[in-house]
């Protein structure tokens, strides 16, 4: 039995109760694993101490289900594996890679608009809810706004973010003497374009909490 209190994103507790030693003492166990529906057994460990009856099973990948078997060995050989445990689903956890910004277009003069390509699906680690959008204003080469906004839908690609700090931008973040044109409207002076921003997109998953 694996307690669900056992159980994490990467790792699980694993506990065992020793049978019969044959007459001869155990000098190690070793545990294999499985990742389900359909992988083969392999070795996760097979220097497990013979004093131990629980391993901590690390190098696990999150929202992943697993089963794992034991078998002892002693001088006269091995015993074989234990009975199948029950399926364990590991817990998810945040994702290992962020999306990838494809472009940024002006699109009014107080907004952008972000496309993105999702994170690749084994690298999501759970259910993917949206994104989160973050970004930053360049003013006067020091940090002036860091602001959040979420895509609820995990299924858009793309998103529009709107800028909450566009107005008295100075001058010296655009080319003087140069017009900007935005999303098919007449071209506007420099006073009116869109702000230089910095910016990036991070899924989120159940195990990152909407703040």
Known sequence: MVPQENVQARSVLLSW???????????YYTVQLRKLPNSNWTVHSASVNHESSFYIVGRLKPFISYQ?????????????YSEESEVITTL????????????????????????W???????INGILLGFRIRYRELMYDRLRSVSIRTANSP???????NCEYCHNLPTML??????????????RTPSESVPNI????????LAVPDT
């Open 17 to 27: 109760e020793p049978g019969s030693d044959g007459l001869s003492p155990v000098r």
């Open 68 to 80: 794992f078997r034991v078998k002892a060995t002693n001088d006269i050989g091995d015993s074989e």
């Open 92 to 115: 998810q956890d945040a994702p290992d890679e962020a999306p990838t910004i494809l472009s940024v277009t002006p699109h009014t003069t107080t907004s952008v608009l972000i496309r």
């Open 117 to 123: 390509q999702h994170p690749s699906e084994e690298k």
């Open 155 to 161: 299924s858009n690609t793309w998103t529009e973010l």
């Open 174 to 187: 655009l080319q003087p003497h140069i017009n900007h044109h935005l999303s098919r409207r007449p071209h």
């Open 198 to 205: 910095l910016l990036y997109c991070l899924p989120v998953t």
